[in-house]
Nanobody, 120 residues
Framework: QVQLVESGGGLVQFGGSLRLSCGASGSIFSIYDMGWYRQAPGRQREMVATITSSGTTNYATSVKGRFTISRDNAKNTVYLQMNSLKPEDTAVYYC??????????????WGQGTQVTVSS
């Protein structure tokens, strides 16, 4: 079991920055692939950025060049630095932890979400 707690959301103006944090507990953080997802009202949840256990990153096209995902295994924390924010970035942001065992099982955990609102 992994417990994930997000923080750092809030209200920011167009062009501003926020840094989201996701603290993990309950298991060996370093073995998990981590990700940030978001869901805007009336829309499906979408991937924002992911970082594998080995540090490989991937970004949605809409945030590439503006957002940066990173992880600190010593602190059991994954971050999402968001710059040049736009109103369309407004959403609830969720942290995800995923682990694929050698036997084919997938362990998948979600945080409770943190609201990010960008005003125009």
């Amino acid at each position: 079991q992994v417990q994930l707690v997000e923080s750092g959301g809030g209200l920011v103006q167009f062009g501003g920055s926020l840094r989201l944090s996701c603290g993990a507990s309950g298991s060996i953080f370093s073995i998990y692939d981590m990700g940030w997802y978001r869901q805007a009202p009336g829309r499906q949840r979408e991937m924002v950025a992911t970082i594998t256990s080995s540090g490989t990153t991937n970004y949605a096209t809409s945030v590439k060049g503006r957002f940066t995902i990173s992880r600190d295994n010593a602190k059991n924390t994954v971050y999402l630095q968001m710059n040049s924010l736009k109103p369309e970035d407004t959403a609830v942001y969720y942290c995800n932890a995923e682990f694929h065992s050698g036997s084919g099982r997938t362990f998948d955990y979600w945080g409770q979400g943190t609201q990010v609102t960008v005003s125009s």
